[in-house]
């Protein structure tokens, strides 16, 4: 079955340094792979998504930079943090048309 | 642009009692997606439910259940013989069907309600 893996649960990070967060998904080939933002007490907001090895989309501009160096492998970064950036990150994957299935998510806190 | 509007902020429910979350929705498209996800405290979102805009038969997942009305673009999950496993923030979200700049790689929430089950 597939499985997806997401880390760390949970970081803190001072304003300006930089982020890396990393998300695999096991048990399956050429997966959709998304990151989504919450905010606190607010949905959750697409921030980028890619369909292959080093394609990605971005959905809105910001402090980010999402990379795809692996089939399987979908990495978050930032080069410098910003307050604003502090979230709870969730990676997701698609299968088939419809299910979009989630990781554990990180918590992501910019002091 | 699309927007998914849940105006139940909080809802609270007895145990084994049934609960209707409501849902609405803004579109000009017609294929799309509907979902109902479920984020406990543990904070993974768990998909519930989920419907096709072509499909008029609402869908339905042993105690969840969907009342989709297309024309007044209405989407609310019915949760019967609630259970306190229950008890989570619950979002509805929207998925175009059509793949024009990325539509249909992107899910547009809306802001949740926090189902709270009484025992």
């Known amino acids: 079955s597939q499985t997806i893996h997401q880390w760390p649960a949970t970081l803190v990070q001072p304003v300006g340094s930089p982020l890396s967060l990393e998300c695999t998904v096991e048990g399956t080939s050429n997966p959709n792979l998304y990151w989504y933002r919450q905010a606190a007490g607010r949905g959750l907001q697409l921030l980028f998504y890619?369909?292959?090895?080093?394609?990605i989309s971005s959905e809105v501009p910001q402090n980010l930079s999402a990379s795809r160096p692996q089939d399987r492998q979908f990495i978050l970064s930032s080069k410098k943090l910003l307050l604003s950036d502090s979230g709870f990150y969730l990676c997701?994957?698609?299968?088939?048309?419809?299910?979009?299935?989630f990781g554990s998510g990180t918590q992501l806190s910019v002091l | 642009a699309q927007t998914v509007t849940q105006s139940q902020p909080e809802m609270s429910v007895q145990e084994a009692e049934t609960v209707t979350l409501s849902c609405t929705y803004d579109?000009?498209?017609?294929?799309?997606?509907l979902f109902w996800y479920k984020q406990p405290p543990s904070r993974q979102m768990i998909l519930v439910i989920r419907q096709e805009a072509y499909k008029q038969q609402n869908a339905t997942e042993n105690r969840f259940s969907v009342n989709f009305q297309k024309a007044a673009k209405s989407f609310s999950l019915k949760i019967s013989d609630s259970q306190l496993g229950d008890a989570a923030m619950y979002f509805c979200?929207?998925?175009?069907?059509?793949?024009?700049?990325?539509?249909?790689?992107?899910?547009?929430f809306g802001k949740g309600t926090k189902l709270t089950v009484n025992p």
């Open positions: 979200a929207y998925r175009s069907a059509y793949s024009w700049q990325g539509g249909s790689e992107k899910l547009v």
């Open positions: 579109t000009s498209e017609s294929d799309y997606y």
């Open positions: 997701a994957w698609r299968e088939g048309r419809e299910k979009l299935f």
């Open positions: 890619s369909v292959g090895i080093g394609q």
